[in-house]
């Protein structure tokens, strides 16, 4: 607004800063009325009287009123009630800013009014406060708040004064009296007069002229392009109702995609127990027995969760869970009760507990469409499919997650010509392994 006023003649500038301005009633040890000035469209302060607040109240009165008239002669000659606002002692006045959430802005006089306590010593039945934001931090999701208060039995007294000497109170504000004013009002929102401004032949007159030129400029294009859009709403409903016959076929094809694949998805979701059992037999170390490992399956909410259980007995048991954590397969491994230290010996006894990983779902067989002519054969290196297989894509098997093969540490691991044949003497239990000393018990 301070942008665009510069553009508006001096003149017509100072006119619309005169209508709008309001004279200024200042109290304190005395009352100050203070006046605008406009002089090549700037406004000024000027006192135009002082009248002393002790003394004979009659006499008080009477020069109270004479101000009003002498600030106001507009409204004085047509016998109306001019509008002022009145500006209190900064003394009779706690204001400060307040920093305060972004999210409180929505019901800013609510929240500030269960904290009053924390500002000012009074109850919250004893004050009327207004508050207004100045800045806004959009990083820090904060606002700055300017916040006044002033007592009850103080504001309605400066009112009463000032409505007895013939004027309206628009606004109460804390002081010190300026030309711009801060945008707070101590009147309670229910008590603050209503300007009746729409009343008066100069403003419903230019709105009804505007009201009407804006009617006239819509109505005309809708009347041109009202045969259109007959045309293109035959055009709509033909094309909605193919939509909806797409729709219904997208729906029926989802839902039997979901019933086909509800099975296998419960099925690949978690690793099986014997890729659980081979993958904790390759991870733990040879100094590590087993002597009870349990898969189970247990319900956080509505969420189904698997976890592995392990107990047993090994050389450094803190060290089975860095292992664990490596693994494809299992997350969250810990402790599920202090170790035990077995005497005599350099072992300890632990119970460890985690969770399987949930594995990504397959992904699906495409199917590649066949072009038919319709009464044409089918031809002969095509099968026939069924209508499941036709509309629902196969999943692919749930591949096994393996970890990068490294080489054997010492010809000890690698397999031997004793041996000859590895994968059989891969498939029996750990215990059974000469080089291993793990026991394993599912």
Known sequence: MSELAALIPAAWRGAIQRRLARPIVELGDEAVFWRFDFTDGTSLLSVAERVSLTGDPVAVQAAGRAAVAKIAPAAAA?????GVIVVLSPRHVLRKQLAL???????LAQALAYDL???????ADQLYFD????????AKKTIRVDWAAALRTLVDS??????????SVLAVVPGPAQASLPPLNLIPVEARPRAMHWRRWEVWLPVAAVAGLALAAVMVPLAQKREYAIALNRVTEYARQQAEAADALRQQLERLQDDYNFVLTKKYAYPNAVQVLDDVTRILPDDTWLTQLELKTSFKGKERQREMLLRGESANAGKLIGLLEESKLVEQAALRSPTTKIQPGPGEVFDLGAQLRTLPPPSP??????????????????????????????????????EPETPAANESDAPSASDPNPAVDAARPAHSKAPKHRRVRS
Do not use: K
């Open 78 to 82: 047509t016998a109306r009630r001019p």
């Open 101 to 107: 959430p972004a999210a409180v802005e929505e019901n």
């Open 117 to 123: 306590d924390r500002h000012t010593p009074f109850r």
């Open 131 to 138: 508050a207004t934001v100045i800045d806004r931090d959009a």
């Open 158 to 167: 400066a009112r009463r004064q000032v409505e007895e000497w013939g004027a």
């Open 365 to 402: 067989a495409l199917v590649v469409p066949v072009a038919v002519t319709p009464g044409a054969p089918l031809p002969a290196a095509v099968p026939v499919p069924s209508p499941a297989a036709a509309t629902v894509p196969l999943p692919a098997p749930a591949p096994y997650p393996s």
